[in-house]
């Protein structure tokens, strides 16, 4: 995701898309370690997404 798709989120917006970024990236380490992941960027991609989510979340909270 980009940088403006989480500033225009609202709280529980933000909350319930990190869950399920949370959700995805549970589901990806479990098939690198059966073996069926082929795109391993994608743990990078969501892991780095989370902890944007996790900011913008807490940047919201503060206000």
């Known amino acids: ?13 933000l909350y319930d898309s990190l869950q399920s970024i949370k959700k995805e990236l549970l589901g ?9 992941l ?4 994608l743990i990078r991609k969501n892991r780095r997404d989370a902890a944007r989510a996790m900011m ?6 503060a206000k």
């Open 56 to 61: 913008y979340l807490a940047q919201k909270k």
């Open 28 to 36: 990806l380490r479990v098939q690198k370690s059966v073996g069926q």
């Open 38 to 41: 082929t795109n391993t960027s």
């Open 1 to 13: 995701m980009k940088k403006q798709d989480f500033n225009n989120k609202s709280v529980s917006e």
